[in-house]
């Protein structure tokens, strides 16, 4: 029997977001100088590509501001992008958030040091914020299961590949261990950013990074989500530590979408 924590597993999540710009007739660079250092330090090992040209149409009838930005967007050049400021992005991520009762999503993870790959691995992952139950599977290349977690956010039951337990642990206690806790903290960055200042890295016409760095200057790492601009749900989930990238990439996503409660293996209630 393997430990969970020995596959490198969910190593490292939480990432960034975006740049600010208000809707007028002027054209902006997507970069502001309050978020240039982190940008300068991260751009190397999380980059998005964001050269965006912002047009708008003078409205004729007064609107309000919100609705002239959103209508800035819509109409004139076909390049046109909506860029916003990292507080329009929290306020998005926190809506989303709000309505949110069940997640699940396949992930891609890599871990790097000083640029050089150390571990890739691959899994699923289940989540109901209503039971406040959360499943994670790590797969074979053949897409075959690996083993397993399942948690209640006070206890982690660790199973093996045939979902057979292996041990159980207390969920501070093993989260000491983890580099990765960011993945879990999905539907709660809106908590953590009362313990974080959030920067806007960049933005392009699909999404945007938010850094979210904490405040108390004694934990060294940055946490990076990279949201879509279609919904503002993370894509991408990374966290720094000095040399040390690990990057979680999200996809077959699937937002508020029933699933069986076995899926939990019954372990609490």
């Known amino acids: ?64 501001k919100d609705i002239q930005k959103e209508k800035n967007t819509t109409s004139g050049a076909k390049n046109t992008v909506r860029n916003y400021t990292e507080q329009e992005l929290m306020n998005r991520l926190r809506e989303w958030e709000k309505n949110l009762k069940t997640f699940q999503a396949d992930f891609d993870q890599v871990s790097s040091y000083d640029g050089v790959e150390i571990n890739r691995s691959k899994g699923r992952l289940y989540y109901d914020f209503t039971l406040g139950f959360l499943r ?36 501070t206690q093993w989260q000491q261990g983890q580099a990765n806790k960011a993945i879990f903290d999905i539907g709660n960055y809106a908590q953590l950013a ?40 993370p894509q991408n989930i990374a966290v720094k530590a000095d040399d040390m990238l690990t990057t979680n990439e999200l996809f077959n996503v699937r937002k508020n979408e029933s699933f069986p409660t076995e899926i939990f293996g019954g372990f609490f209630k």
Do not use: R
């Open 1 to 64: 029997m393997k430990a969970f924590t020995s596959k490198g597993i969910f190593i490292g999540l939480i990432a960034s977001m975006l740049c600010a710009c208000s809707a007028d007739n002027s054209s902006q660079a997507v970069s502001t100088d309050s978020a240039k250092t982190v940008q300068d330090t991260l751009k190397q090992e999380a980059p998005i590509v964001a050269e965006q040209v912002l047009t708008s149409k003078k409205e004729e009838t007064p609107v309000s």
């Open 136 to 171: 994670w599977e790590v797969l074979t290349k053949e897409n075959e299961i690996d083993q397993v977690g399942i948690s209640n956010k006070k206890e982690i039951v660790i199973l093996d590949e045939t979902l057979k337990p292996v041990t159980t642990l207390s969920w």
């Open 194 to 233: 009362d313990q974080h200042e959030i920067k806007l890295i960049q933005q392009d016409a699909q999404k945007a990074q938010l850094a979210f760095i904490p405040k108390n200057g004694k934990e060294n790492y940055t946490l990076l989500v990279t949201l879509s601009k279609k919904d503002f749900f």
